[in-house]
């Protein structure tokens, strides 16, 4: 392979495996200078397919066919240098060797030398936070495991990894929580490795995990829960926004970019084909290979009637003539044509950036479903298709104003991708607690769904199967139609969620009431829905609200923020009905003005929760809906009829004696923070 300059591109440093897939940094810079980042990319992939492999039984690397023994120490510092670097969270850390310019950590090691000389020493890596600044995580390896660690009564920390990694924990732990990583052997699938937390001031725990764990798993070792949910959060929807920004670049048409995402994340399950998808290998025939691992896997997960379906869906994959059929390939970015392995490298982000995550939906994170929410909002953000789709903070903030309790049947009608059942299954796992076959239950009696579309179906049933079962009951059709309503009582659900579509001529309020019909007497129905339909003096919206009023009763109605389906201009509300108990005359319904979630637009990532707000602020909403606190300028309580608008805002007072000089200091920031931001002149 020669690069423009006419040179022959070698990876020479074996000792920086996992640096950028295989090559060391002075590669990747002349690439950069030789390329344009999409092509150096799928260079270095390339260089990572063909060029390399680790014989992991003799402990040497190979490239092109000739042996090169590595330093023993080195092998080691590789392997755990790849695991770290092949973290999807790995963009979150600052990982540094040998050294460090931290100020803190290089003043707390200035006399930390092993060798007890009094002067500075250094671990093999030292990996910070940028958002926790009290955790640090340090690694000590050796090339044998005899060096492991000493035996009782020896202080021999320059020789074992287990002394060497607690002597500089003792210099850190001062001022830092310290998480202290010790890795012995030669051969990766022989590593002894010892986990140690120790806290401030504290003595040193080990932990019973014998393995290199993720960074999510570290990080919530220190119950930094919340921290790494908003790292995994921006990190599935950074890489949603550049996976979506190759396929524009390759020409792949927006209708069929989910359902590539879908079928690769169902493939990687079978572990014959992620195991040999890297093998050079035509288009056609990898995609074969993808939908032959796709039908294995749904066939072993019982999908039943159901895989028929799906694989009419995914066969599409098939017919796409720049992933599928075509063995060179335009990149509209360079304006060249390149050797077709779109498909193969689409697939190795994926298995690297998204796949891992997987390893958490037995305990019912949100994980998968975070990525296919945004990136399929992405796609059909323009409202080309009706298709508004619930952003994952408003999912949860739902299953909290539902109160839901471990028996719950959880219904819903309008079901897209399946982001309500999802951070439903969720929450009922979690009240489950240990009791298997309460867990059972859920996923298989619990949770119902309807979907009209094919492929919103096919997210949804894979969405679900890859959390362990929940597909049981998610069902292809008309929510409206008599048949399938009738199945859906069958199973007396308690619970009714919906983001019911927004581009039909059937009124948003229709879905509401058709959900409300199928619920049991006293159960919840939570729905958002665009706000002028519930603002209607006359109409079918109109019409609606008394049918409603009539059989149900209005418990609650939330204003929500106006940019919240950003960049589709929707202003929305949350309406809260109990179900089959007819509107009292005199009912006092609560009105929560909830226009500020904490959420920021950063440019090309949408609205995200940038300051970390987002709990605290659910958290106080959630508090006063369920107390019906009354508070100026958030929350009133009115009595209303169907002639009267279903909104805070007609019945609030906005009390500006209450500003103060900091809340415009506070408000100038912010704004300030904004332009920066989104590069805003």
């Given at each position: 392979?020669?690069?423009?300059?006419?040179?022959r591109?070698?990876p020479?440093?074996?000792n920086?495996v996992g640096?950028?897939?295989?090559?060391d940094?002075?590669?990747?810079?002349?690439?950069?200078?030789?390329?344009?980042?999409?092509k150096?990319k799928?260079?270095l992939?390339e260089?990572?397919?063909?060029?390399?492999?680790l014989?992991?039984?003799?402990d040497?690397?190979?490239?092109?066919?000739?042996?090169?023994?590595m330093?023993?120490e080195?092998?080691?510092?590789?392997?755990?240098?790849?695991?770290?670097?092949?973290d999807?969270m790995?963009?979150n850390?600052k990982?540094?060797?040998?050294?460090?310019?931290?100020?803190?950590?290089?003043?707390l090691l200035?006399?930390?030398?092993?060798?007890?000389?009094?002067?500075?020493?250094y671990p093999?890596?030292?990996?910070?936070?940028?958002?926790?600044?009290?955790?640090?995580?340090?690694?000590?390896?050796?090339?044998e495991?005899?060096?492991?660690?000493?035996k009782?009564?020896?202080?021999?920390?320059?020789?074992?990894?287990?002394?060497?990694?607690?002597?500089?924990?003792?210099f850190?732990?001062?001022?830092?929580?310290?998480?202290?990583?010790?890795?012995s052997?030669?051969?990766?699938?022989?590593?002894?490795?010892s986990?140690f937390?120790?806290?401030?001031?504290?003595e040193?725990k080990?932990?019973?995990?014998k393995?290199?764990?993720?960074?999510?798993?570290?990080l919530?070792?220190?119950e930094?829960?919340?921290t790494a949910?908003?790292?995994?959060?921006s990190?599935l929807?950074?890489f949603a926004v550049?996976l979506?920004?190759?396929?524009?670049?390759y020409s792949?048409?927006?209708?069929e970019?989910?359902?590539?995402?879908?079928?690769?994340?169902i493939?990687?399950?079978?572990k014959?084909f992620?195991?040999s998808?890297?093998?050079?290998?035509?288009?056609?025939?990898?995609?074969?290979?993808l939908?032959?691992a796709?039908?294995?896997?749904?066939?072993e997960?019982c999908?039943?009637g159901?895989?028929?379906?799906?694989?009419?869906?995914?066969?599409?994959?098939s017919q796409?003539?720049?992933l599928?059929?075509s063995n060179?390939?335009?990149?509209?970015e360079?304006g060249?044509?390149?050797p077709?392995?779109l498909?193969?490298d689409?697939?190795f982000?994926?298995?690297?950036?998204?796949f891992?995550?997987t390893q958490?939906?037995?305990?019912g994170?949100?994980i998968?479903?975070?990525?296919?929410?945004e990136?399929i909002?992405?796609v059909y953000?323009?409202?080309?298709?009706g298709?508004?789709?619930?952003p994952?903070?408003?999912?949860?903030?739902?299953?909290d104003?539902?109160?839901?309790?471990?028996?719950?049947?959880?219904?819903d009608n309008?079901?897209?991708?399946?982001?309500f059942?999802?951070?439903?299954?969720?929450k009922?796992?979690?009240?489950?607690?240990n009791?298997s076959n309460?867990?059972?239950?859920?996923?298989?009696v619990q949770?119902?769904?309807?979907?009209?579309?094919?492929?919103?179906f096919?997210?949804a049933?894979s969405?679900?199967?890859?959390?362990?079962d929940?597909?049981?009951?998610?069902?292809?059709?008309?929510s409206?139609?008599?048949?399938i309503?009738?199945?859906v009582k069958?199973?007396?659900?308690?619970?009714?969620f919906?983001n019911p579509?927004?581009?039909?001529s059937?009124?948003e309020?229709?879905?509401?009431?058709?959900?409300?019909?199928?619920l049991?007497?006293?159960?919840?129905?939570?729905?958002?829905?665009?706000?002028?339909c519930?603002?209607?003096q006359?109409?079918?919206?109109?019409?609606?609200?008394?049918?409603?009023?009539?059989?149900?009763t209005?418990?609650?109605?939330?204003?929500?923020?106006t940019?919240?389906?950003y960049?589709?201009?929707t202003?929305?509300?949350i309406?809260?009905?109990?179900?089959h108990?007819?509107?009292?005359s005199?009912?006092?319904?609560y009105?929560g003005y909830?226009?500020?979630d904490?959420?920021?637009k950063?440019?090309?990532?949408g609205?995200?929760?940038?300051y970390?707000?987002?709990?605290q602020i659910?958290?106080?909403?959630?508090?006063?809906?369920r107390?019906?606190?009354?508070?100026e300028?958030?929350?009133?309580?009115?009595?209303?009829?169907?002639?009267?608008?279903?909104?805070?805002?007609?019945?609030?007072?906005?009390?500006?004696?209450?500003?103060?000089?900091?809340?415009?200091?506070?408000?100038?920031?912010?704004f300030v923070?904004f332009?920066?931001?989104?590069?805003?002149?």
């Open positions: 392979m020669k690069l423009t300059n006419g040179k591109y070698k020479k440093n074996i920086k640096e950028k897939e295989g090559c940094k002075r590669q990747v810079k002349h690439l950069d200078r030789q390329r344009p980042p999409s150096t799928r260079i992939r260089e990572f397919y063909k060029s390399f492999r014989d992991r039984k003799e040497k690397g190979i490239f092109g066919g000739k042996e090169i023994t330093v023993n080195r092998i080691t510092e590789d392997f755990v240098r790849t695991h770290f670097k092949n999807s790995f963009r850390i990982f540094e060797e040998q050294i460090t310019n931290h100020k803190i950590l290089k003043e200035k006399t930390a030398s092993k060798k007890g000389t009094g002067k500075s020493g093999e890596f030292i990996i910070t936070f940028p958002l926790v600044m009290d955790l640090v995580i340090i690694v000590e390896c050796k090339p495991i005899k060096l492991h660690k000493s009782k009564g020896e202080e021999l920390t320059e020789k074992y990894a287990v002394d060497g990694v607690l002597h500089y924990a003792k850190l732990k001062k001022d830092f929580n310290v998480i202290g990583i010790a890795v052997g030669e051969s990766e699938d022989k590593l002894t490795v986990n937390l120790i806290q401030k001031g504290a040193e080990e932990l019973p995990d393995k290199l764990l993720s960074i999510y798993d570290y919530n070792l220190f930094q829960k919340e949910e908003r790292l995994k959060d990190n929807l950074i550049e979506n920004q190759e396929l524009y670049n792949i048409p927006e209708n970019r989910a359902t590539i995402v879908s079928g690769i994340l493939a990687l399950q079978n014959t992620r195991n998808y890297h093998i050079e290998k035509k288009p056609s025939d990898l995609v074969e290979d939908l032959k796709i039908k294995r896997v749904l066939e997960r999908m039943g159901r895989i028929k379906i799906l694989m009419g869906e995914y066969q599409k994959i796409s003539n720049n599928a059929i060179v390939i335009r990149n509209n360079t060249e044509d390149e077709n392995t498909l193969r689409l697939i982000e994926l298995d690297k950036k998204v891992p995550f958490y939906e037995h305990i994170y949100d998968l479903g975070q990525f296919y929410s990136f909002r992405y953000g323009d409202k080309k298709l298709l508004v789709l619930t994952q903070h408003i999912t949860e903030l739902f299953v104003i539902a109160n839901l309790n471990v028996d719950d049947i959880i219904y309008c079901c897209g991708t399946a982001g059942l999802i951070k439903g299954m969720k009922l796992l979690e009240l489950a607690g009791n309460k867990q059972k239950r859920i996923k298989s949770l119902i769904g309807i979907e009209e579309r094919s492929d919103m096919t997210y049933c969405n679900m199967m890859m959390r362990g929940g597909k049981s009951n998610i069902f292809l059709g008309d409206l139609s008599l048949s309503k009738a199945e069958k199973h007396n659900p308690t619970i009714g919906l579509p927004y581009a039909k059937v009124s309020l229709e879905f509401i009431y058709q959900n409300l019909e199928c049991e007497k006293n159960g919840t129905c939570v729905a958002i829905i665009p706000m002028n519930i603002l209607a006359s109409g079918k919206d109109y019409d609606w609200k008394k049918k409603l009023l009539e059989k149900h209005l418990k609650a109605v939330f204003s929500m923020p940019d919240l389906f960049p589709i201009g202003v929305t509300s309406v809260v009905f109990k179900a108990v007819p509107h009292p005199g009912y006092e319904t009105f909830w226009k500020d904490g959420f920021i950063v440019k090309n990532l609205r995200i929760d940038f970390g707000k987002w709990g659910k958290q106080n909403w959630i508090y006063n809906y107390n019906k606190k009354e508070i300028g958030h929350s009133i309580k009115r009595v209303v009829i169907p002639e009267d608008e279903w909104c805070a805002e007609a019945y609030m007072e906005t009390d500006y004696s209450q500003l103060t000089e900091e809340d415009f200091k506070k408000t100038l920031k912010e923070a332009k920066f931001l989104n590069e805003v002149d």
